[in-house]
Nanobody, 123 residues
Framework: QMQLVQSGGGLVQAGESLRLSCAASGGLFYRYDMAWFRQPPGKEREFVAAIIWMGGSTSYADSVSGRFTISRDNAKNMGYLQMNDLKPEDTAVYYC????????????????WGQGTQVTVSS
């Protein structure tokens, strides 16, 4: 069964950038659509971005559109979330996820999840 292992979180100041990585193992990563979700402190998990298995189609939450970029490298079994111009409201635990439902924002449609990584943005 495929597993997802995340890396790249941390503490940054507002306006700075971070790149999150999601490494897949034990499965055919290139067959899966991939997404990033986040859970801000005290709030429910929310959709951030998604990319289809071949990498040609993406979807973003309005709150991150134009600042965040989702990408993937199927040859390396890797997914990425480049986050630019970070804001304090981007503070959350970020999760990568894999599924087979296109770029849906519905987290119930993703059946494999990473362990989560903390991103903290100070003002």
């Amino acid at each position: 069964q495929m597993q997802l292992v995340q890396s790249g979180g941390g503490l940054v100041q507002a306006g700075e950038s971070l790149r999150l990585s999601c490494a897949a193992s034990g499965g055919l990563f290139y067959r899966y659509d991939m997404a990033w979700f986040r859970q801000p402190p005290g709030k429910e998990r929310e959709f951030v971005a998604a990319i289809i298995w071949m990498g040609g189609s993406t979807s973003y939450a309005d709150s991150v559109s134009g600042r965040f970029t989702i990408s993937r490298d199927n040859a390396k079994n890797m997914g990425y979330l480049q986050m630019n111009d970070l804001k304090p409201e981007d503070t959350a635990v970020y999760y990568c996820a894999a599924g087979n439902s296109g770029t849906t924002s519905d987290d119930s449609m993703y059946n494999t999840w990473g362990q989560g990584t903390q991103v903290t943005v100070s003002s």
